[in-house]
């Protein structure tokens, strides 16, 4: 089947009434989670990855896309509006957006916002289209060693491009991987760290933790903060750009998208570093970067463009080599394991429906979150002076009612309550849960890798070294891991 068969397979896959509803459902919800600052779509998707247990799995994963990739326009509008990021990805567009807001611009502003939006999430859909498969191809010469190379280049990437220190990147690594050890060891069948609960049998399941290390505890901190949100009030009209808008428009948009795609494949926090490398690139290439910060609309379309298409360049690594490169693509990975589907180099071909359908919903989201998000302006504004103090104890309750309907077990409540504390305890000492979250994902790959290689090889470690791809890995790996060791010691002989 060529491309274009399979393209009308995976439209026939997503137009299917029940996904064409839960398409809808995935950008509404994912739109008001970017909206309501505090509520990443990390959060989100930890919350509802529960419900896609019982749903059919092409259905549970286009709901659970449009929730990441609509978060990205919801957050725009919190920027511009309230200049408080809705999402973190979202924190440039602040710098710009409410400038103009405050000039009566609100209007292109959040236009410009959205049709970059659509645009971009376009391009970087097509993008996933065409590489995915090249790249699970590829992937399919991939052994063991090359495997435990990549899981382990993966880990060391994301704790070296997150936002908190290295050191207590690492930290919060390997006490993932600590967690991921929990179990049945994979190989000899016997049980490690279990205490004789039957509970930990299997390990500590990814849903209950991830709820608690992200969703109560970003419940737990926002309740902590006292800051009030000054909403724009002034009527907001225009929301349609004029020529001159989109003139200064064009060229950032198609930059965005295309550093966007590229920037959201590798491991690390994608939207986050694709706006902010826009947003910077804008300024360098502008014959007048003094405007930006004042309300240059540039400002506000590049980084727009960039976040958005990095969410389609993220599924790449997972749906072709199986591994996720972010905290929220190890839920996307978890939400696969719950139906016993491994995405990985024969997921393309094993699954062609669910993953053509997927790219498909793609399409048919963006066009409903363009539709959605320029007449509902209002709305959202509405939804933004809603006090947290009635929104906490909701998301309380659908994080216990998700967590026990997933197994009807209660343990796993008290589980995802102490990740919970534990996770709002670590990030007031300045840790991040998504390295702990990656690690608890990948350790039981990197561990099977690991000692398959080894068995291979007989006990030695040079498999890993005498194969150029898994070589090559390592050797990006450990680099990454050493800069910033040395960079430190450059700059203090300097001063």
């Avoid at 809808?24 to 008001?32: A, H, M, N, Q």
């Amino acid at each position: 089947m060529d491309v274009l068969g399979y393209v009308g397979l995976g439209f026939s896959v997503a137009l299917e009434p029940l996904n064409l509803l839960f398409c809808f459902v995935g950008v509404l919800i994912g739109t008001l989670v970017g909206v309501l600052p505090g509520l990443g779509p990390v959060a989100a998707v930890a919350f509802l990855l529960s419900v896609t247990f019982k749903m059919a799995p092409a259905t549970g994963i286009i709901m659970l896309a449009g929730i990441y990739y609509g978060a990205m326009y919801g957050g725009s509008t919190t920027s511009i509006l309230v200049n408080i990021p809705g999402e973190t990805a979202s924190v440039v567009t602040c710098l710009d957006g409410y400038q103009m807001a405050r000039q009566g611009r609100a209007g292109p502003a959040l236009g410009i916002s959205a049709f970059g939006s659509f645009i971009a999430g376009t391009l970087g859909v097509v993008g996933l289209m065409f590489l995915a498969p090249l790249l699970g191809q590829a992937a399919l010469k991939f052994g063991p060693p090359e495997f435990f190379a990549l899981t382990f280049t993966g880990l060391t990437l994301v704790s070296y491009l997150s936002q908190a220190p290295l050191t207590k990147s690492l930290i919060m690594a390997v006490l993932g991987l600590s967690v991921g050890s929990v179990g049945m060891d994979p190989v000899s069948g016997e049980e490690r760290f279990t205490q004789g609960l039957l509970t930990l049998r299997d390990g500590f399941g990814l849903v209950p933790v991830a709820m608690g290390m992200f969703g109560i505890a970003e419940v737990l901190e926002n309740l902590g903060e006292t800051a009030r949100r000054n909403v724009y009030e002034t009527a907001i009209k225009g929301l349609l750009p004029n020529l001159r808008d989109w003139k200064d428009s064009f060229w950032p948009i198609v930059r965005g998208s295309v550093m966007g795609f590229f920037l959201g494949i590798l491991p690390g926090p994608g939207p986050v570093i694709a706006s902010f490398a826009s947003y910077a690139t804008e300024k360098r290439l502008s014959r007048h970067p003094e405007k930006f910060g004042t309300g240059a609309i540039e400002g506000v379309a590049g980084p727009e463009s960039a976040n958005n298409s990095a969410t389609a360049g993220s599924f790449i690594p997972l749906l072709s080599l199986g591994i996720p490169t972010s905290g929220i693509m190890a839920l996307f990975m978890g939400a696969l394991m719950i139906h016993g589907i491994q995405p990985g180099p024969l997921f393309i071909r094993n699954y062609p429906e669910l993953f053509w359908g997927v790219v498909a919903s793609m399409y048919v989201g963006n066009a409903m979150l363009l539709i959605l998000n320029l007449p509902l302006i209002g709305l959202w504004v509405r939804v933004l002076k809603i006090p947290y103090a009635i929104l906490f104890p909701l998301i309380f309750l659908f994080c216990l009612i998700g967590v026990y309907s997933l197994n009807g077990n209660v343990a796993e409540i008290f589980i995802m309550v102490g990740f919970g504390i534990a996770g709002f305890l670590l990030r007031k000492a300045g840790f991040e849960g998504a390295p702990f979250l990656l690690a608890m994902v990948l350790g039981p790959i990197m561990e099977s890798s690991l000692r398959q290689s080894l068995i291979i090889s007989h006990g030695s470690f040079s498999i890993f070294f005498t194969r150029p791809i898994s070589g090559a890995l390592i050797l990006l790996s450990c680099a990454s891991l050493i800069t910033p060791l040395i960079l430190p010691r450059k700059n203090g002989n300097k001063d």
